[in-house]
């Protein structure tokens, strides 16, 4: 998408901001959704969402459900865009470099991309602070856990203290660390200084020095000048700003004289906006530089080749070696990464609207600096301290966020363990006995056992005492379609029901009444109920809950387990030329650097059968493990094989479960039964279709044992975007040594008593703050399924009418009973294949393909409010449309009329029926 042109009409002001804004105070409470008798002092860990603001973005989700691919592919994009825009502006930045400005989930999230995309080699160093933030913290540690261990150089600061003194310790730390950097170099090439300063820290809750900091670390490690960004001396700066956006009213200044190389802030604490929502920023460096993995680029450097992908892999991923110039389609990778919920991004420009109305960034920070300070000077006096006792040395180094040590008793013996049980215990008094909260140090990552009862927000409906409708036309008025657009492509986000919706809404209310009490507590044991909701439904039972997690979608999961493998020169990906977008990116990014592993990919040409899918299968993998014994010199290399189990284009049920099996026997203990645990041979399965399609999964997961799987519950199973589901089976858990981000329960390596030991923890909390409603949304998006009648009868509708309208659209489309489908019944599901009808002689060329595929969205989309999934496969053009409970066959007889046009159209536009 180009720059938003115009502003969109959803992000016009409320009318509430025409009238004069509230006093500070109490009079402002009402604005904001908290339990009226809770107190909450503890805004800075998981920001609280006005309700003014949660109404403007209301109309912006409707959007989403109304036509969602028009939002997704076009409307949604624009709007980012703008917010963007928006906040390019808000940071000093300019709108000009708005594409120096994107997205991400929080401010870990962000962090751990930036330092996970640089190549480390042996003797780099990551320098921290003992202040850094946990899950910062843990993602260091983490790196250095790892091939090739970069070294982790600690500064230390301790509090009281005062600016001149961390700036004077500063500069001894770094002038030492300089002169190790210097000694441990034998090729006259220094190791590379990536240093992790915080804006604000969290705890103790001070503004560092940070601009001051990174001009030092220039001077003693760079040029001298303390002005050499990392580009020219390979010493880089990340400014985990997570407090400062909505909190430092400077904050353009100091990004315009400490010029970061990387930064990055949360928009959903201190701006107000929905969480999770983070900016990360990462300046375009115009310098000349070496070339990076063995590829030239020229003379042209940009900060922005650092960030070589996203996390998950886009599908918008450039391969280095056709990258014209370093930092090629860097917003473009942020913008698509598998499906999520756009709204958080979109909820800045209506989360500045309000801050605006309460009179702008000075006068909100002046009040919050004031009340802060006011009121710790009474809580001090409380706890009867004296003036040089609470405070953390110099008035300036507190802003909103003010620290006072707790009354405890000074003989008190702070041990791990003691500190672990005061952590606990204040906790549940404050948030439990009290109904307040403020934050307390010594955090720890809390660890929730399984609930008792089920939470009484996950009580179903009233309405589904009654009848459910009969599926077709009757089931509609259940979603929240657009009722003049036809969607026959559920397959690609999914449309989430009305009554689900309604479901959510109290839980999401709950998180807004006490967000600290919800997120340390209920939400953590209300995603345990989920989970456990979820290991039934996939057939493992409720006793094996802990091989099921929650990630965003399935990219996300499929790059946690890829990226979590410690590859080695030799290693093979095994994946198939079907292969998702994203996921086949995630593999060229993994062969992009080092060490390089290969890929070996399996070929499939629709139409085919199952019977010749294996038969192919297995003579390709035989041929590769050849390869793998002749290439071994003792050990044999790794395989790890990413098989879908539908396939989105063309969207095939392939037959997965003999697949792994032939891959055992091939590659294993020639039984089919051998896991990668024994073999070194691995199967991931990207089943992003099959939970809420395949009504036999839970038997296919049986059979297959595969080694990971992972499923979208956002698609097929109703859920709120973005929820999936990866299974990881207890003998597999120790591949997956993080999470990304990484959690602030990452155990390190060396410290955990047997391998996979807290695989669940990492997934449960500590990965920066994050909206937990999808994830609440599985047990009333399958209460809504029993409803409509069960898994069966959902899913013999969608096949029976799929089928039904995909023979409709054949004969509209002239084409004959072999011209259509993939070759036998079984391989379809929900999800049917019919070729466009372009004419036989039209030239598919790459060029012409491009230009096809953006008119026929352009033109379904827009002209005719309808969509079917088109996408090109062995030498034709083909669309794709999912059955659901809404449709009947008369959709997809109006969606074949307006087809043909579309292709007439674009045939004459395109003169695709001329020889060239």
């Known amino acids: 998408m180009s720059t938003s042109k115009s502003s969109h009409p959803l992000f016009a002001a409320l009318p509430l901001y025409s009238s004069p804004p509230p006093v500070f105070g109490h009079s402002l409470k009402k604005y904001f959704s908290f339990d009226p008798t809770y107190i909450n002092l503890n805004h800075g860990a998981y920001g609280s969402l006005p309700s003014p603001v949660a109404e403007a973005i209301k109309p912006i989700a409707d959007l989403a459900e109304a036509n969602p691919d028009k939002f997704h592919r076009f409307e949604g994009l624009a709007m980012v865009i703008e917010s963007r825009e928006r906040l390019s502006e808000f940071i000093g930045i300019g709108k000009e470099r708005v594409d120096e400005v994107v997205f991400v989930p929080n401010a870990s999230h962000g962090i751990s991309t930036v330092l996970r995309n640089f190549i480390w080699e042996e003797g780099d160093i990551l320098l921290d602070c003992n202040t850094t933030y946990m899950s910062v913290s843990t993602t260091v540690k983490y790196l250095a856990d790892v091939p090739p261990h970069p070294k982790i150089s600690q500064f230390v600061m301790l509090f009281p203290t005062t600016r001149a003194k961390i700036l004077e310790d500063w500069r001894i730390h770094v002038r030492s660390l300089q002169q190790t950097r210097v000694q441990s170099s034998s090729s006259g090439k220094l190791p590379k200084v990536v240093a992790i300063i915080d804006s604000i820290a969290s705890a103790p809750s001070a503004q560092l020095p940070w601009v001051e900091m990174v001009q030092i670390l220039r001077e003693e490690c760079g040029n001298g000048a303390g002005k050499d960004s990392g580009v020219k001396s390979n010493v880089w700066t990340l400014i985990d700003a997570a407090h400062s956006i909505g909190h430092e009213v400077d904050l353009p200044d100091k990004i315009a004289s400490g010029d970061p190389d990387f930064l990055v802030t949360n928009c959903h604490k201190w701006m107000y906006a929905k969480r999770g929502c983070a900016v990360l920023y990462v ?35 450039i391969p280095l070696e056709k990258r014209k110039e370093e930092g090629e389609g860097f917003v473009a990778m942020f913008s698509w990464n ?50 040089g006792e609470w405070g953390l040395g110099e008035e300036e180094l507190e ?104 479901a959510i809404k109290p839980i999401a209310d709950l998180a807004e009444l006490n967000p600290d009490k919800f997120h340390r507590f209920e939400g953590l044991t209300m995603t345990i109920e989920s989970r456990e909701r979820l290991s039934e439904f996939i057939g493992i039972g409720k006793e094996r809950v802990d091989e099921v997690v929650f990630v965003p979608n399935a990219s996300h999961g499929t790059n946690t387990v890829l ?7 030799g290693d093979i990906l095994l994946d198939c030329n079907t292969t998702y977008g994203s996921v086949g990116s995630t593999i060229k990014y993994i062969t992009d650097v080092p060490p390089h592993p290969k890929v070996s990919q399996f070929i499939m040409l629709f139409p085919t059968t199952r019977a010749k899918i294996l038969e192919d299968w297995r003579i390709h993998v035989r041929s590769l493990q050849q390869t793998r014994v002749q290439s071994s010199s003792g050990k044999l290399p790794k395989v790890v094989a990413i098989i879908d189990s539908i396939a989105s284009a063309p969207s095939a049920q392939l037959p997965w479960v003999e697949m792994v099996q032939i891959l055992r026997e091939e590659c294993g203990d020639g039984t089919g039964k051998d896991s990668g645990v024994k073999s070194n041979v691995w199967s991931l399965i990207d089943a992003a279709h099959s939970i809420g399609h395949e009504v036999d999964l839970p038997d296919k997961i049986a059979s297959g044992d595969p080694d990971f799987l992972v499923t979208n519950c956002h698609k097929w199973m109703y859920a709120k975007r973005g929820c999936a589901v990866l299974y990881v089976p207890k003998r597999n858990q120790h591949i997956i040594k993080t999470t990304f981000p990484t959690s602030a329960a990452y155990i390190p390596l060396d410290k955990r008593k047997e391998e996979g030991e807290g695989f669940v923890d990492m997934f449960s909390s500590g990965n920066g703050t994050i909206d937990f409603i999808p994830k609440l949304s599985v047990i009333p998006a399958l209460q809504f399924r029993n409803w409509l009648g069960g898994e069966k009868k959902i899913n013999d509708y969608c096949k029976t009418v799929a089928k039904d309208g995909a023979r409709k659209m054949a004969e509209i489309f002239e084409l004959s009973e072999g011209e259509w489908g993939l070759g036998e019944e079984e391989l379809e599901l929900n999800m049917v294949n019919v070729p466009l009808p372009f004419t036989a002689s039209a030239s598919f060329t790459p060029s012409v393909n491009k230009q096809i595929d953006t008119l026929f969205k352009e033109k379904i989309i827009f002209e005719r409010n309808m969509f079917a999934a088109n996408y090109y496969h062995n030498g034709k053009w083909w669309v794709r449309c999912s059955g659901q409970v809404w449709l009947e066959v008369e959709d997809f007889e109006k969606v074949a009329r307006a087809i043909v046009d579309v292709c007439k159209e674009i045939t004459s536009e395109l003169a695709l029926d001329k020889s060239e």
């Open 283 to 317: 300046p375009r460096r115009y310098a000349a530089m070496p070339s990076i993995l063995f590829f030239s680029f020229g003379p042209v450097g940009w900060n922005q080749h650092i960030i070589k992908t996203t996390f998950p892999t886009s599908a918008a991923y």
């Open 563 to 569: 990226r979590n493998f410690i590859w080695e020169e």
């Open 399 to 502: 802003l909103n966020m003010v620290f006072i040590p707790l009354p405890l008793t000074a003989s008190a013996p702070f041990s791990p363990s003691v500190n672990k049980q005061i952590d606990t215990l204040f906790k549940e008094k404050m948030l439990f006995e009290k109904n307040m909260f403020a934050a307390n140090y010594y955090h720890n990552v809390t660890t929730m056992s399984a609930p008792k009862f089920s939470h009484p927000l996950f009580a179903p409906l009233p309405l589904y005492s009654s009848p459910p409708p009969a599926f077709g036309k009757p089931t509609k008025k259940y979603f929240s379609f657009d009722p003049t657009y036809t969607n026959l492509n559920h397959g690609s986000y999914g449309s989430l029901p009305s009554p689900v919706a309604e």
């Open 338 to 387: 598998g499906t999520i919920d756009f709204i958080p991004n979109l909820s800045v420009i209506p989360a500045l609207q309000f801050r605006n109305w309460l009179g702008g960034e000075k006068k909100i920070n002046d009040y919050c600096k004031t009340v802060a300070k006011d009121g710790a000077r009474k809580i001090a006096e409380i706890f009867e301290l004296s003036e």
